[in-house]
Each structure stands twice: as structure tokens, then as C-alpha cells.
């Protein structure tokens, strides 16, 4: 019998029984392909057949290693949908699909994943689309294969409702998503050998190349009422979040600094605690005391950030949140308002699922460390990688395509390119210049160009395109490789080596760096100041 060779996993959560079909819907491809590829146990002798339009996905992922196996024993069938294909109607390729699987022998007990995106089955009425499920339904009853589907793209969660009508022809409904750096499995609806389970939700986590059910941490064993919380309306913060001499009410208390908050931590049940960020503030540090209090503390505890003087950066901000941070304010908020916002968050428990370790959390960010030219083909790999560790941070990313204009040498607009930050990443391919803009909103596309391009954009470029969803940005790597595959393309590395005004790399003064812990303003010594004399004009 097949199974999801998941870690921990509940038994009836990881069957799969045989002729029987199962729908797994994920927003990205990698997410319901990985999922996918834990239903391959070596220890099984079944035959896989894979239909897919991303068909090299499958055997590429760090989970493939069981798939590759099956594949060099001859049991794996892959068949890839060409473009050929877009000229059937949705039900003739999905009869063609059946009629060829059909032509195979050893189909009792076979697997059967078939993946296709949204794009390719938005066409399909509602009437269509249940012919089409009852007609794989016959298709596994008289078999006995076990059929999975994997529907995935950005607007999955349009179809999810859709599917849960489908249950007649359905054995199971499974979505596929992320929060906090982990996979989530949510089961609409699950059938096993023993009967059917309904609204479970498992947190996973990656251990050896292999998904791992994460035990719920910090589980509370008692409702706490809100009447019950004594420490509800405390409030704790360090001194500087709020100006000098702000009257704050009674159930207001400051503290020195961070750490003297974070040793406050311990003693508070659902109190809130509100720390102070300036640009002396450690921020992975900040980010691993929020980590150990909200894991250690229970999610009846309020962690709030402050941003004094506006440092934080957007992947800051997502980082934070992941750890385990309740809310941030930022710089303009006045001591009203603060009030106002502290006040929201009473009485309500953090609900995001919580990553293994701070580490876990790191790792996404060390993804993106590489900036500047890359070569074509390892461009794209890279924005792939930077991509999925947007997702998993929950940052935005944006894909940049912008076309040379008639007989401009490539070169030039190259060397114009000032990447400042880690994740900003660019190349080109023929006329198209591409640049990958980590941790940017797409309505801050046109500002961030303007900081890394140095002469106006339209003087080098005919036209800009965005692409700002993560799937279809993967998609784009994806059609990019395979259209230049076997292509000959100019690598400018060596060309662009020779100028270093790309990889901005400031000369910072001694005074700032000398020591980060001092408090603000209090060296004196400018590195660009110089002593001016001042006379008297006339007697006084």
C-alpha cells in the first residue's frame, strides 16, 4: 500500500489506498512536487507514471532521490505536455492521458501524479471538470492504480472550494502552503482503510532531505480565559521607545534596555513587552530573544518592535514576524497612537506556527548573499533560490525584464548597474536585460531602479516588464533555461569585472564603526569635520 513516507506523520493522514484518487493543491510548483515525491517508497516494486508540463522538476529536487531510484529500475514512466498539447480541448488530453496510462501493464498498484497549473485548466467549466474527475475516478476503479493530482499556481486557492465539491469523485482533499519558514499540510478531507479524517493541520520541518512532522510547540493544556490573565493590560518598554517626559498610564512600566525587557520576559504571562530598535540595536539577536521568549513564554505573550529611528528593512520586518513578533511600529508613531495599537493586540494569541530554531529561519537568508552579474543560466538558478527563500521568509520579490533599444551595445548599460544589496542579482539574455530585485515591493520597482541605475532607464531601454508572483517567477527561470538550452550566450563577467562601481562597497569612517555599542551621539569625532575659527567683527 502506498503512503506518504513522512516522518511522524499520523497513520491515517499518510495512506494512500489503492484504486483511489487524491487531489494535493499548492500555490507553488516545488510545494505539491515535494509532497508528491514522499508518496515514492523504495520499498515498493509499483510502477510510476508522472504526467507534467515541468516534468525535469521532479527528478531535480533534494527529494527525488527514491524517484531516481525507481527510474534507473525502469519502474518510472515519465510523460512531459509539450505545447503541442494546448491544441486539445482540457477533457480530449485528459482522455488521451487515460487512454495511454491504459496501454501499460502492471497497473494494479501503480502510482499515477498528474500535475497540472491553474493556467492550464481556467478554461474548464465546473460541469467539465466533474467529467473530467469521474472519468479518472472509473479510470482508477477498474485499474486499481492510485491517482494523485497536484494542482498548483497563484490563484489555487480559487479552486480549493471547487475541489471540496468534487468529493464524490475524491478520496482525499490536501492543500500544501507555508507560514514561518514551514510547510503546512491542511487535510480538507482524508480516506483511509479505516474510515476519514477531516480539518487536520501538520506543521513540517526538513530533516536529511526528507520532511518531518514538527511537534506543536509550546502546546498549552488550559484555555486561558482573558479574565483569568492577570498581567492582560501590563505593558513594559524600554525608555527610549517614547519621548522624554511622556505621561504614560498607570499599567505602563519602563525598563533600562532590550536586555533588561527580554530578563522580564520569564516573569509575565501575557503581559506586553515592547522593545526599542535603533541602528545600534542588534537585530539578529533581537530576533533569537523574541524567539526563545514566545517559544519559552506561551502565545499569550505581546512582542511589540518599536522602530526608533527607521533602520529595519522589509525582510527585517518578515524575519522578525517569523520569530515569533506580534506587531511593529515605526519611528512616526506618536505616543497616542502606540497606546492605541498596544491596546488591538490585547487579548488575542499569536497564531502562526513557529519555525524549529532561529537557525532554520537564517538559513533562507544566507540564500541570498550573492549580488551583481551572474551568467544567464546560473541567473536563473540563483532567482529560483532567492525566490523560494522570499516565500519562506515571506518577503517580496520581483523579476525585472527590460529590453535594450535598437543597436546599443549591451555593455554599457551593464556597467551603469549599482547593486547595493545582497539578493539583487542581474543578466542577460540576446536583447533583454533581466534583474532580480530581492525583498522589493512591486510598487517600489521604479524607486529601486532609480537608486541602482545610474543615467535614466529610458535612454538604454524600450520597454519594462514585472513579474512579481513567486510562481510565475519560477516559471520564467524554468522557460528561460529550457529556450536557451544548447544557446550560445555572451558572458560578460570578465568585462564587468573590471569595474567594481557595481558592488558598492563603502568606505565607512572609523568613529562609526569604532564602537556599535556606545549610545547615540556620543563620539565626538567627525571624520569629515574641520575646526573653523570664529572672529568678532568690531569691538564689543
Known amino acids: 500500500m502506498h503512503n506518504f513516507n513522512i516522518t511522524g506523520l499520523e497513520p491515517a493522514a499518510k495512506e494512500l489506498k489503492p484504486a483511489s484518487s487524491y487531489a494535493v493543491l499548492a500555490p507553488l510548483d516545488n510545494f505539491v512536487i515535494e509532497v508528491s515525491l514522499h508518496s515514492v517508497n ?23 532521490h527514491a524517484l531516481n531510484l525507481a527510474y534507473e529500475q525502469s519502474r518510472v514512466h515519465p510523460f512531459s505536455l509539450s505545447s503541442g498539447t494546448q491544441q486539445f480541448t482540457a477533457r480530449q488530453l485528459n482522455q488521451n492521458i487515460i487512454r495511454e496510462i491504459s496501454a501499460y501493464k502492471r497497473l ?50 480559487n479552486y480549493r472550494f471547487l475541489f471540496r465539491c468534487l468529493n464524490k469523485y475524491l478520496d ?16 480538507d478531507y482524508w480516506g483511509h482503510s479505516k474510515g476519514i479524517i477531516a480539518s487536520e493541520h501538520f506543521q513540517l520541518s526538513i530533516s536529511g532531505d526528507q520532511f518531518v512532522v514538527q511537534e506543536a510547540l509550546n502546546k498549552e493544556n488550559k484555555s486561558l480565559q482573558e479574565s483569568a490573565i492577570a498581567d492582560e493590560n ?39 513587552l515592547i522593545f526599542s530598535v535603533t541602528r545600534y540595536t542588534d537585530l539578529s539577536l533581537l530576533g533569537k530573544q523574541c524567539f526563545e ?20 528593512r522589509h525582510q527585517d520586518e518578515c ?66 533560490v532567492h ?38 542579482v542581474f543578466s542577460i539574455a540576446e536583447n533583454t536585460v533581466y534583474l532580480y530585485l530581492h525583498a ?57 569585472s573590471e569595474n567594481e562601481s557595481y558592488k558598492f562597497a563603502p568606505d565607512m569612517p572609523e568613529s562609526v564603526i569604532d564602537n556599535l555599542e556606545a549610545p547615540e551621539l556620543i563620539n565626538k569625532g567627525r571624520a569629515d569635520a574641520k575646526p573653523f575659527i570664529m572672529k568678532l567683527k568690531g569691538n564689543v
Request: hydrophobic share 40%; with cysteine.
Open 293 to 312: 521568549l514566545r517559544k519559552n513564554c506561551g502565545r499569550w505573550l505581546k512582542l511589540v518592535i518599536q522602530n526608533v529611528d527607521g533602520v529595519i
Open 172 to 187: 482525499g482533499l490536501m492543500f500544501v502552503d507555508n507560514d514561518s519558514a514551514m510547510r503546512v499540510l491542511e487535510y
Open 108 to 157: 494494479n498498484n501503480a502510482l499515477v501524479l498528474i500535475h497540472f497549473n491553474t493556467a492550464q485548466i481556467n478554461s474548464v467549466d465546473d460541469a467539465s471538470l466533474k467529467l473530467i474527475m469521474r472519468e479518472y475516478n472509473d479510470f482508477s476503479q477498474k485499474t486499481g492504480v492510485t491517482l494523485l493530482f497536484l494542482i498548483s499556481g497563484p490563484d489555487i486557492a
Open 387 to 424: 525566490s523560494d527563500s522570499a516565500v519562506n521568509l515571506g518577503v517580496s520579490g520581483v523579476l525585472v525584464k527590460l529590453e535594450l533599444l535598437p543597436r546599443i551595445d549591451p555593455i554599457h548599460p551593464l556597467h551603469l548597474f549599482h547593486i547595493k544589496r545582497e539578493g539583487d
Open 42 to 64: 523504495a520499498s515498493l516494486n509499483n510502477d510510476i507514471f508522472i504526467v507534467s508540463q515541468e516534468i525535469e522538476s521532479f527528478f531535480d529536487s533534494s527529494f527525488s
Open 319 to 384: 524575519l522578525l514576524l517569523t520569530l515569533g513578533v506580534n506587531l511593529i511600529l515605526y519611528s512616526s508613531t506618536e505616543p497616542s497612537r502606540l497606546l492605541s495599537q498596544v491596546q488591538s493586540i490585547q487579548g488575542f494569541q499569536y497564531t502562526r506556527p513557529l519555525p524549529p530554531s532561529v537557525e532554520h529561519v537564517l538559513k533562507y537568508t544566507e540564500n541570498t548573499f550573492s549580488k551583481g552579474y551572474l551568467p544567464f543560466n546560473e541567473f536563473t538558478k540563483q532567482v529560483e
Open 234 to 272: 501590563e505593558v513594559w518598554l524600554v525608555q527610549n521607545v517614547v519621548p522624554e517626559g511622556t505621561k504614560l498610564p498607570a499599567h505602563y512600566k519602563t525598563l533600562k534596555d532590550n536586555n533588561a525587557l527580554f530578563n522580564k520576559g520569564p516573569k509575565v504571562e501575557a503581559a506586553t
Open 440 to 496: 522589493c515591493r512591486e510598487n517600489d520597482v521604479n524607486n529601486a531602479i532609480k537608486h541602482l541605475f545610474k543615467l535614466t532607464t529610458s535612454d538604454f531601454f524600450a520597454q519594462q516588464n514585472v513579474i512579481s508572483d513567486h510562481f510565475y517567477i519560477q516559471q520564467e527561470c524554468k522557460q528561460l533555461r529550457r529556450f536557451y538550452a544548447g544557446k550560445k550566450l555572451v558572458d560578460f563577467s570578465k568585462q564587468l
